[in-house]
Every structure is written in structure tokens, then in C-alpha cells.
């Protein structure tokens, strides 16, 4: 997995405030608007920017070929308030040069993946990554505008190596545990 990841981390999967980051893909209104499950996709998305503000987790978003897509959703925009989105053109974040040297900056080993489409953007960036990072996909915040596109880019991400998960799973990972400030912060999102 290249050098950034040592042998003692190997046997670690956990998330942890420290070591990850959140990569939110090219939410963007054209695509949003033939996804089949729109709200409950933004409505993922937008708890876990929620939670990893909480939790100071470095959040990138990107945006796809801006100019034939549009901007990025609105709801996102006002979620990641302060955070300019990285245009790209490659399917793939990672041939992204600012991208990359955005990632590499933050000496982060696991990176967390969500946006759209899950068979394209996601699923490129998530094989690229894999080279050097340990890659999280959170299954209910990636669309695609066709569910069995969905389902197999999911099958194939774990095949390649990738950590498949939930929002509410990465989140409470996260956390480690109730009764703490953040715990209390972010329980509302999930409420």
C-alpha cells in the first residue's frame, strides 16, 4: 500500500479522528437531479459533513467538468461552508494534480469516500487511492442513477480492497464512545 501506510497499521482498520479525512465527490445539481434516491442521498451526505466538522476531520470536496455539470448542490455548498471544491476533469480524483497534493498534504491513512456517481467518479477514485491509502466507502451516501450500477461498483470496491460502510457506522467509529462533547454534538444528526 505504498509507504505512507507502516506494518504496525496494517492490523488497525479503525477510524479514528486523527487518521482520516472525508472526500465528498462531485454532489453536483445536474447529476443530483436524476438520482433515484436524491433526498436520502443528500441527507447522508449532509450528516456525515455535519459529524466530521464535529470531529475535525479535514473535509475535500470536488466537483466534476463544472462548466457541463453545474456547481455543487446547494445543500452541500451550505454544509462545507468555507471549503472551496476542487474542479476536475478525470473521472478519477486522483489525476487531479491539486487533488492529490491536497491528499498527500494531509497525512491522512484512511480516507473516506462519498458523493456520485458510485460507478464512475467513486469507484475510480476509490481504485486509485487504494495505492497508497486505506479507502472507506460509505454504501448509503454514493449514488448512481441506476441501482444495479450501484450495487456492483459497491461489489467491486470491496473486491479491490476497500472498507464497505455506513455513515452511522463510520460516525459511531469515529466517536469511539456516548457521553462525550462530540458524542453529544453529532447524536442529533442521527435523531
Avoid at 25 to 47: G, S, T, Y
Avoid at 96 to 117: A, H, P, T, Y
Wanted: hydrophobic letters at 45%; proline letters at 3%.
Amino acid at each position: 500500500m505504498g509507504e505512507i501506510i507502516g506494518a504496525a497499521w496494517m492490523s488497525d482498520w479503525r477510524l479514528t479522528p486523527q487518521n482520516s479525512a472525508l472526500v465528498v465527490i462531485d454532489v453536483q445539481e445536474k447529476l443530483m437531479n436524476v438520482m433515484p434516491r436524491r433526498v436520502e442521498l443528500l441527507e447522508a451526505i449532509q450528516k456525515f459533513i455535519g459529524a466530521a466538522r464535529v470531529l475535525q476531520l479535514p473535509i475535500l470536496v470536488t466537483a466534476q467538468y463544472v462548466k457541463g455539470l453545474g456547481p455543487v448542490c446547494g445543500e452541500i455548498v451550505g454544509a462545507t461552508t468555507g471549503i472551496t471544491p476542487i474542479e476536475k476533469k478525470a473521472f478519477s480524483c486522483c489525476g487531479s494534480d491539486e487533488f492529490m497534493r491536497v491528499v498527500k498534504d494531509l497525512r491522512r491513512q484512511r480516507i473516506i469516500l462519498c458523493g456520485i456517481e458510485a460507478h464512475v467518479c467513486i469507484q475510480q477514485t476509490a481504485i486509485d487511492l487504494m495505492k497508497d491509502y486505506f479507502v472507506y466507502v460509505a454504501a448509503d451516501a454514493i449514488g448512481s442513477r441506476h441501482r444495479h450500477d450501484h450495487k456492483v461498483a459497491v461489489e467491486r470496491m470491496r473486491d479491490c480492497g476497500a472498507v464497505i460502510t455506513t455513515v452511522e457506522s463510520a460516525v459511531f467509529e469515529l466517536l469511539r464512545e456516548a457521553g462525550t462533547a462530540a458524542f453529544k454534538q453529532v447524536l442529533p444528526l442521527f435523531k
